[in-house]
């Protein structure tokens, strides 16, 4: 019977008033008798109560005590209740050990962070990496352990899309790439990769770059001085060999801007931040490449117009700021058909300053955006040839926005125009706002 406690409790309650009865028919003192009964049967209550809480509280034994009835009913649900929880720790315990031996075999750092930046969790790479001790650091902030001031940035920004890339705190010669990912309620999970070969590879790869682009340069100027030596006086040479020298001062040019630019590259590589940093009037600078670019557009009669808060500055370095900002307005103009429009914008607000340079030229299909900073990408060869550009403008003004910690967002229409916008964060700059004015050239 599913019930049957219920009826032997019935059964055990009608006895006891039976005998309540009786003893009261006998005494003459029925109250008495029933009192009696009742605190009997509470008493053995309270006993059965005692034996399960001792029964519960023994985590040894695993048999639950004899009963019968409601009692015995009530042990043996708390019995099969605990089996199927002990089934499902154990298929638990299972996972997580397996969770454990897994990421205990990964060379890379897994860290197990809580919304309060507190350690939670690591396996053994990370003790190797980055010198956590277990169980010494359990509970510490991981910015008491890991004190790089890239670090703690990067840690506090919660912005995660890029990875990070530090010398380990442990040994300098070790170079480490961070990935951070939120995940529940604000905790985190930090992925730590030694990229040192890697590293070094593309420490080497620069290094090459920088010394040919160097070596190449004084040759190139030898040869480029000659050609100028010999068209000065080519008067008297054939038409034919005349145009040919030209050819070869003008690649000669192109191979110079190249270099250059190799060399700019490779030291913008070099250091993480400008040595030269200080307010830069924008107005003056944007003015200065105005001009540069009316001259750059000649008899093409562009439109390059100017609109600027007055007196707003921007702290960085100047030199690296105007070769970014040059390089977006010249690629305008050469991509914009004759007497298209131009258009340099600076302005502020509540997230930082914002220089932008849109034009009307041919514009840029969606799918190379995303590739436009990557060194020497072409998104048509015949445009490089007919501009004469040497494709790393752009990596050039991706990396000087790097170390001025901006960022560069781009739309484009094509057939309809570009915009190409550096947005400088209200933290790394310096910035004052003065009355608006609007400065336009018409060439």
């Known amino acids: 019977m599913k019930n049957a406690w219920l009826w032997t409790a019935l059964q055990r309650l009608t006895g006891l008033l039976t005998l309540s009865l009786l003893g009261g028919l006998i005494t003459g003192y029925y109250g008495v008798c029933f009192a009696l009964g009742f605190a009997g049967y509470a008493l053995w209550m309270l006993r059965q109560t005692l034996r399960l809480h001792t029964w519960l509280e023994d985590p040894d034994q695993q048999?639950?005590?004899?009963?019968?009835?409601?009692?015995?009913?009530?042990?043996?649900r708390f019995y099969h209740l605990q089996r199927r929880e002990q089934r499902v720790r154990g298929r638990m315990q299972?996972?997580?050990?397996?969770?454990?031996?897994?990421t205990a075999a990964l060379r890379d750092?897994?860290?197990?962070?809580?919304?309060?930046?507190?350690?939670?969790?690591?396996?053994v790479a990370a003790e190797t990496l980055l010198g956590l001790r277990t169980p010494q650091d359990s509970g510490q902030p991981i910015s008491n352990l890991l004190r790089d001031p890239r670090f703690k940035d990067y840690f506090d920004k919660r912005d995660y899309r890029e990875p990070l890339e530090i010398p380990s705190p442990i040994s300098l010669h070790t170079r480490l790439q961070i990935h951070i990912t939120l995940y529940g309620a604000g905790d985190r999970l930090i992925l730590v990769r030694d990229i040192t070969r890697v590293h070094q590879l593309e420490q080497m790869r620069k290094d090459f770059v920088a010394n040919v682009s160097h070596e190449l340069r004084t040759p190139l100027t030898v040869i480029t001085g000659y050609l100028e030596t010999l068209l000065d006086n080519s008067a008297e040479l054939n038409p034919r060999?005349?145009?040919a020298l030209q050819q070869m001062q003008q690649q000669g040019g192109r191979m110079q801007n190249l270099l250059n630019d190799l060399l700019l590259l490779a030291r913008l590589e070099t250091t993480?931040?400008?040595?030269d940093s200080k307010p830069v009037?924008?107005?003056?600078?944007?003015?200065?490449?105005?001009?540069d670019a009316i001259a750059l557009s000649g008899e093409q009669h562009h439109r390059i117009s100017i609109n600027i808060d007055s007196q707003l500055k921007l702290k960085g370095s100047e030199a690296e700021l105007r070769s970014a900002f040059s390089n977006l307005v010249f690629n305008a103009v050469k991509y914009t058909p004759a007497e298209g429009n131009v258009q340099l914008r600076a302005w502020q607000d509540a997230e930082g300053t914002h220089i932008s340079v849109s034009d009307s030229g041919i514009g840029i299909a969606p799918h190379h955006i995303p590739r436009l900073t990557e060194r020497f990408y072409r998104v048509d060869a015949s445009r490089s040839s007919a501009t004469g550009g040497t494709g790393l403008g752009l990596a050039i003004v991706k990396h000087v926005l790097l170390r001025h910690k901006a960022t560069l967002s781009i739309?484009?229409?094509?057939?309809?125009?570009?915009?190409?916008t550096c947005h400088f964060p209200n933290p790394s700059n310096g910035q004052t706002t003065g009355t608006q004015a609007s400065l336009e050239s018409s060439h």
């Open 241 to 243: 060999w005349r145009r």
């Open 63 to 76: 048999e639950p005590p004899d009963a019968y009835g409601l009692w015995g009913s009530i042990f043996d």
């Open 272 to 275: 993480d931040y400008p040595a």
């Open 94 to 102: 299972a996972v997580i050990d397996r969770i454990q031996e897994s």
């Open 411 to 420: 739309t484009s229409v094509l057939d309809q125009g570009s915009t190409f």
């Open 109 to 123: 750092a897994v860290i197990m962070v809580d919304a309060e930046g507190t350690l939670d969790w690591w396996n």
């Open 281 to 291: 009037a924008l107005d003056l600078l944007l003015l200065s490449i105005q001009q």
